[in-house]
């Protein structure tokens, strides 16, 4: 953790401090921050890093030979109820100002971001403090990648790339013995393709045909198993990473057609969201040239326009992308988001991002979505894997 750096920031943006405050793991932006995943800790505790001057820690009678030693600046301790209040109105009293960041966001608008109770707010609150979201420096602190967690993507980006290619290319090998392969069949392949590279995952892939590929977060069931047959549409989404705790995530969606003529509907729905994505990364590209600041719900405003005025907007029911991570695939930066919320956080250099559109038409037995990661890199946006231009024909 850079102190230096972070109370710059903190200054920057006309803060008096940064107050992390976590229990039980509620807060994983505070674990996230002080390198504590891992530890454990049974109590409160809070941390403060005042715009000036040394950080200051306040953690239970128990917890102060066990908590971390990496953790820097002055520690006191508590053991009641009373002496945490009191302990707290310490560490804040001396403070020039009274504005402090905390993982909360007004009315709940980022809920990826409000991850401090209610309670503690009214304590902090009650101290004579004014708490305004830490998001910005979340951002800036734990959302970007340095250059080799930008290779670390690019290399995973490829290797979830071509065990996609494999998978596909098996469905039409089944096909030709004879045989219609499970959807949960081609997703314990990808699984073993996962683990034959090193990567690691948060959840199996989905792979999903038909109707269920209507259902964005559909998950293959060995009790249940569909086969993937001719004449099928075929979703696979799947995401991984490199083994290091900080290496992100690749998160990509492609559709394939199990045979040589898709349906003139299929056709239709495939290039609406090929078109809607490419609008989303078009506005990136383009205010990345411009050198002008873009907001998540911006990106989501594109794409989402592009569908609507295709007539499909009630069939695009989720946002258009989300922040890429590190301990999952969803990370805590902005959201392309104008639907769910309304993100206004800014895109910042070095962060990545997906742009997933996607349309749903269950009672058609249609689903179709478009996934790919976005790195604002130095040079300009960058996508690391390959760009779905026409549906995969599984001859």
Known sequence: MDI???????????????????????????????????????????????????????????????????????????????????????????????????????????????????????????????????????????????????????RACRAIDEAKDEAFARVGEEHRRGREPAEHEIQDLLMARFAERGLVTDHPPIVAVNGHAADPHYVPSRERPTSIRRGDLLLIDLWAREPRADDPYADITWMAFCGDRPT??????????????????????????????????????????????????????????????FASAHGDGANMDDLETHDTRPLLERTAFSIEPGVYLPDEGIGVRLEIDVVLHPGGPRIYSRLQEELVRIA
């Open 264 to 325: 003139p509907r299929m056709e239709e729905v495939f290039r609406v969201v090929a078109g809607a994505r490419d609008a989303g990364f078009g506005l990136v590209v383009e205010a990345f040239r411009e050198g002008r600041r873009l907001e998540g719900w911006q990106v989501d405003r594109v794409v989402r326009d592009h569908v609507v005025a295709r007539g499909f907007g009630d069939r695009f029911v989720h946002r258009t992308g989300h922040s890429i991570g």
């Open 4 to 154: 230096p750096a972070l109370q710059r920031a903190i200054a920057e943006q006309r803060l008096d401090g940064w107050l992390l405050y976590d229990f039980h793991g509620q807060n994983p932006t505070a674990l996230g921050v002080l390198g504590l995943a891992g530890h454990m800790l049974t109590r409160r505790f809070a941390y403060l890093v005042p715009a000036r001057g040394e950080p200051r820690l306040l953690v239970h009678a128990i917890e102060v030979g066990s908590f971390p030693a990496h953790v820097p600046g002055r520690r006191a301790s508590y053991a009641s109820w009373q002496s945490f209040h009191a302990g707290l109105e310490r560490m804040l009293a001396d403070l020039p100002g009274r504005r402090l960041a905390m993982e909360y966001f007004p009315m709940a608008g980022i809920p990826y971001l409000s991850r401090v109770d209610a309670g503690t707010l009214e304590l902090v609150r009650s101290l004579g403090v004014e708490v305004v979201s830490s998001g910005e420096l979340v951002q800036q602190f734990l959302c970007r990648f340095d250059d080799r967690q930008v290779e670390s993507h690019a």
